[in-house]
């Protein structure tokens, strides 16, 4: 690889790295690897679409993929826009959400934001490291100075519910992460955002909305197998998932 071009890099001229062994984040007594893309390489966000096909993720400017010799518990998944149904459970989440206005702009540090992710952490994640977060921390995991990242808010009468940070690839919407308010359960504020992005996808014209990695044993993730029809990356291609969690 020319380290000293100023050229993004090819696909087929990108570096790959391997962590060593650490423990899983997600199933107890279990250890991880992961593979990363080469942080030194000039990336973009054609390339990030790329390796989004082969199942591929953002975390600020890291691009990764579990890499674990014997495991294969997290599947990539994605929605197929034109495809997809709503079932009775999401449709009554968007019911109830019928008030809510989102707002686009360009990922940003704001002070009402971050105050509401740090609720979010410390209700849903608590003692995952992530509850102690500064600000600096908290742009760098949502950002990259390559993807094309964009924050959408969702806000009742002026009060912020939920933001949700989506990259925009060549054929979807990547749902990076959302984080929404804690105290409000009944509004499935999770589910709504899902559906709100397979809802912008679609007035788009994109294919898909990536929803990252799915995990059968993990209670947390299990929300992702309820919207269908839902495909996953097997590690050679894409191909619909037939059951249900």
């Given amino acids: 690889m020319d380290q000293g071009s100023n050229s993004p ?6 570096q790959f790295y391997v962590t060593a062994p650490h423990a899983c984040s997600y199933l107890p007594e279990r250890e991880a690897v992961t593979l990363f893309a080469d942080p030194s390489a000039r990336l973009d966000n054609g390339l990030y679409s790329r390796l989004s096909l082969l199942g591929f993720r953002r975390s600020g400017a890291h691009l990764y993929r579990p890499h674990c010799a014997t495991c294969r518990a997290c599947v990539p998944v994605r929605i197929p826009v034109a495809e ?3 079932d009775r459970a999401q449709r009554r989440a968007w019911a ?3 008030g ?3 707002q686009e702009g360009p ?3 704001e002070d009402e934001h971050f105050a509401l992710y740090r609720r979010y952490i410390r209700s849903r994640h608590p003692g995952g490291g992530m509850d102690n977060d500064a600000p600096e921390n908290y742009l760098s995991f949502i950002s990259s100075p390559w993807s094309a990242t964009r924050l959408y808010e969702f806000r009742e009468e002026g009060r912020l519910l939920a933001v949700a940070v989506t990259d925009h690839l060549a054929d979807g919407l990547s749902a990076v992460y959302t984080y929404f308010e804690p105290d409000e359960p009944r509004r499935s504020l999770g589910v709504f955002a899902v ?7 679609r007035r788009l014209g994109l294919a898909h909305v990536y929803l990252g990695y799915w995990i059968r044993e993990t209670r947390k993730m299990a929300y992702k197998a309820r919207f269908r029809p ?3 990356f097997d590690g050679h ?3 619909r998932l037939q059951d249900r969690a």
Wanted: hydrophobic share 45%; proline share 3%.
């Fill in 9 to 14: 890099v090819d696909l087929e001229r990108l």
């Fill in 84 to 86: 997809f149904t709503p």
């Fill in 96 to 98: 109830r959400n019928r």
């Fill in 100 to 102: 809510v206005e989102v």
């Fill in 107 to 109: 990922v940003r540090y």
């Fill in 195 to 201: 559906l709100w992005q397979v809802e912008r996808a």
């Fill in 230 to 232: 839902l495909e996953a």
């Fill in 237 to 239: 291609r894409w191909r």
